[in-house]
């Protein structure tokens, strides 16, 4: 005999109101756990795609669009931009370093971006099997790529026109593997990369005079913190090109998004709020029936401390029970979310823990003794007496 | 074993009992006798120290219990006092094994197994040990109730009104194992009671409120 089988044996006891109060309190924990792993791996995703990234220039319309397709590969682009214009920007002293896209195109529903090899290097990307690109028409592809395509080096395909896999195909130029990168947790992963030319020449504007052509976007590096107050107002204003800074259009977006993360921590902390007054009133009609229990538990010699330590350790346990189950479940659901593979949710696991689920569970245990105090107080000072005599 | 001298207990509504001094010898099973309201309970539990707050002297086993703290007195009630109650008080929650090491734990002993075996076997429910106390007779209850008093070997059984709600059969033989239980543990038996039946059981037996 001990203070757990004491307490198990009443909580088991009382098994379906020990089981609504763990489910009650465990669907908040769950809502809690569901923010802090989605929107850390979120934060992290973000952050890890937009380094060294300041600037992004592309057509004019909605910035947000602009950072979604050209830093993201999530939405689709606003327009073409003039190259000539955007090599201008390039050669700007404010400018450390730009790298062009071209999109347009892709296959089986992964883009493929025509660039230069600085934008691997953005992302510190290398290899696992063949070389960079070289030549027009030669792709490197990303590790998800390769592994869901199962692309390998040597391998050809038609590209499709568009970024859905539902666009006309260029049958006529065909693209071959070079090279697979390996996995770097960034966008890069999902992507084909080639030259800026192979888009050209795909879609017959190779032999168009250089003043024509064009690009999707260009990202751009500062020199220094000066060019974040000049460059996108000179761009704004003196070019037909729009500036948009992805730190602050992802900003705004999380400000949009915000709102139903504030709607659903309202909720969890509501549940959690039910959840701990179901607890406290558990105990305390649990004080009730137990009042002879309490007294006889007295009379055999057990003092205040043991019966309020076993009521506190009662509703401790309900509480630790609840999180770890809403814990579990927490983790569930974001596995179950990113089972359905697509560009959102990639990058995102349930596999992973983080401190806040440690300051949950301890968070948890002060609940229960806080829950449990009134009760466990009132349990302590049973008037062996008066209940024992009072029949 | 009890000694007891110019005891007097005043309730919290001004209500005063005094009682008669007496003394009671180790292993003489005695009776508390009197009429309902007398005061046999209140007694009862001066002695087995779950009252406070009385003037007078209560010596048990060489112990004065108001010289003992809260503390020691929760220790001193779990090691030297068995209690049997009218309404048994088993934890429901708890199985029958259970129930009995409950007091043991308590009382901060271990349980002897031997004995809590033997305990069992002599109120004949050996084979409830591991019975739900919900699935049992309200005769099988009691015998529960007595093994779970007799099981730390306490100085003294405080019993109250332990036969009254029984028929004359039941009533001779809960007494009969009462004794001998409490006799092979080495505790001395004091049982309040109004009932006229255990009169001719038990010879040692103290008038109270007259």
């Not at chain 1, 999530?74 to 390039?90: K, Q, V, W, Y």
């Not at chain 1, 330590?309 to 630790?320: F, I, N, Q």
């Not at chain 2, 112990?63 to 020691?72: G, K, T």
Request: aromatic share 6%; proline share 2%; glycine share 8%.
């Amino acid at each position: 005999m001990n203070l757990f089988i004491l307490v198990g044996s009443y909580l088991r006891s009382r098994l379906m109101n020990t089981l609504l109060n763990t489910v009650l309190l465990s669907l908040g924990i769950t809502v809690v756990v569901f923010i802090v792993l989605a929107g850390r791996q979120l934060d992290e995703k973000v952050s890890v795609n937009t380094k060294g990234i300041d600037l992004v220039v592309g057509a004019k319309g909605s910035p947000l669009q602009i950072i979604l397709c050209s830093v993201y590969h999530m939405d689709f682009p606003t327009g073409n931009i003039n190259l000539r214009e955007a090599e201008r920007i390039s050669k700007h002293r404010l400018v450390k370093k730009s790298i062009p896209l071209a999109l347009g195109d892709s296959y089986q529903g992964f883009r493929i971006v025509g660039t230069d090899t600085s934008y691997a290097n953005l992302y510190s990307a290398s290899l696992s099997d063949g070389g960079w690109w070289a030549d027009d028409l030669e792709v490197v592809a990303g590790s998800k790529v390769a592994q869901k395509l199962r692309l390998k080096v040597g391998d050809q395909f038609a590209s499709a026109h568009g970024l859905t896999s539902d666009g006309g195909a260029h049958e006529e130029h065909a693209y071959h593997i070079v090279g697979v990168m390996k996995a770097t947790g960034t966008v890069l992963d999902d992507l084909l990369l080639t030259n800026v030319a192979s888009i050209w020449s795909v879609h017959e504007i190779q032999s168009q005079p250089d003043s024509t052509r064009e690009i999707t976007s260009m990202l751009i590096r500062f020199r220094n913190p000066l060019a974040a107050i000049q460059l996108p107002r000179l761009i704004n204003s003196t070019t037909s090109m729009q500036a948009a800074s992805p730190a602050f259009e992802m900003s705004r977006l999380y400000t949009m998004l915000g709102v139903g993360v504030d709607v659903l921590t309202g909720l969890a902390i509501i549940l959690i709020g039910i959840s701990a007054l179901s607890v406290f009133l558990a105990l305390y009609n649990a004080l009730k029936d137990r009042r002879y229990d309490l007294a006889i538990m007295r009379a055999m010699g057990a003092s205040r401390s043991k019966l309020f330590l076993a009521m506190v350790m009662e509703g401790s346990s309900l509480t630790c029970a609840g999180t770890v189950l809403g814990i579990a479940a927490g983790h569930a659901l974001i596995f179950l979310a990113t089972a359905v593979d697509s560009e959102v949710t990639s990058g995102i696991t349930g596999m992973v823990f983080y401190m806040e689920e440690a300051y949950l569970l301890a968070g948890s245990l002060l609940l229960g003794i806080v829950c449990s105090l009134v009760p466990a107080l009132q349990a302590s000072r049973t008037n062996i007496h008066e209940v024992l005599a009072g029949n | 074993m009890v000694e007891v001298k110019d005891l007097s207990f005043t309730y919290p509504n001004g209500k005063s009992l005094a009682f008669g001094d007496f003394s009671i010898q180790k292993g003489q099973h005695s009776l508390l006798l009197g009429d309902s309201g007398s005061g046999k309970t209140t007694l009862l539990h001066l002695l087995g120290g779950l009252l406070r707050g009385y003037s007078g002297l209560i010596k048990i086993d060489h112990s004065e219990l108001s010289e003992l703290s809260d503390a020691l007195l929760d220790k001193f009630r779990g090691k030297h006092c068995g209690f049997i109650f009218q309404k048994l008080h088993l934890v429901k929650a708890l199985n029958v094994r259970r129930n009995l090491v409950l007091s043991s734990w308590l009382a901060g002993m271990r349980a002897e197994e031997e004995w809590l075996t033997t305990a069992l076997e002599k109120l004949n429910i050996k084979d409830k040990a591991d019975a739900d106390v919900n699935t049992l007779s309200q005769g099988q209850a009691q015998r529960v109730a007595i093994a779970r008093a007799v099981l730390n070997r306490p100085a003294l059984i405080l019993a109250d009104e332990p036969t009254s709600a029984l028929d004359d059969r039941n009533c001779e033989d809960v007494l009969k194992l009462l004794i001998d239980v409490a006799s092979e543990a080495g505790s001395t038996l004091i049982i309040a009671t109004h009932d006229q039946r255990l009169k001719s059981r038990i010879g040692s037996q103290i008038q109270i409120g007259r």
